[in-house]
């Protein structure tokens, strides 16, 4: 997720844990229908990714998707229109707003690549379960603190949502069977390169919030899944 600093308002086979030879088979997650991900294809992931287009070319026909105001109209995060106007559904809507080309292709890809897995591991309905949560939790988290802000800032992107997922990527690195795929020093490099921020605009709050609960979700669904 990126924030804009806002000075205007107007302007944001019997085993279920059993893998064959092939190592990109995840046929030991929660979801026992999984596949080998070769031959997956992650159509909520992809779904995902065409809604955030569709979003973002509607900003960019809709006067730019730099400029706040386009931002706020669809649907950005902003701490006053959320606290003293009661506009909550602006915690969920932000996920799917973007702030120039750079910022939703870098998270588009981002999404592709750990989404297929998480979403092959887990199954649809909790891939989605853990891609709302962390984003949702992550937008709390930053306007927790906007809201204490004296200049809060207009915040938009799936970013938050994405790093639950990458979150989700400490339970592959620490099951048996898909470790060798995962091993976990280069997922949490991979979680450290993540809390770096690129830029003065990145929202580090989000991405801290999501990662977390992305990681606590998920993670209970595979102990309740282990141990049932």
């Known amino acids: 997720m990126n924030q804009y600093p806002n000075n205007d308002p107007y302007s944001m086979n019997n085993d279920p844990y059993k893998i064959d030879n092939d190592p990109y088979n995840l046929n030991n997650g929660p979801d026992s229908s999984k596949n080998s991900i070769s031959n997956f294809t992650p159509f909520i992931t992809i779904i995902l990714i065409a809604i955030n287009a569709l979003v973002f070319i509607a900003e960019t026909m809709g006067g730019g998707s730099e400029s706040t105001e386009v931002l706020l109209r669809y649907g950005a995060q902003y701490a006053p229109y959320i606290i003293d106007d009661g506009q909550w ?99 949490l490099i991979g979680i450290v390169l993540l809390m770096i921020p690129a830029s003065k605009d990145v929202n580090v709050l989000a991405h801290l919030g999501g990662l977390i609960t992305g990681f606590a979700t998920s993670y209970t669904m595979y102990y309740y899944s282990k141990n049932k």
């Open 89 to 187: 559904w602006r915690i969920i809507s932000a996920m799917f707003v973007h702030i120039g080309f750079r910022h939703i292709a870098s998270n588009m890809f981002c999404l592709i690549v750990v989404g297929q897995y998480i979403e092959n591991y887990f199954g649809k309905i909790k891939f989605l379960i853990i891609y709302f949560i962390a984003g949702i939790c992550g937008n709390l988290l930053s306007l927790y603190f906007d809201a204490a802000s004296s200049s809060p800032a207009v915040s938009a992107g799936a970013s938050g949502a994405i790093s639950g997922l990458i979150g989700s990527l400490v339970v592959l690195a620490l099951d048996p069977e898909t470790r060798k795929l995962f091993p976990l020093p280069r997922v």
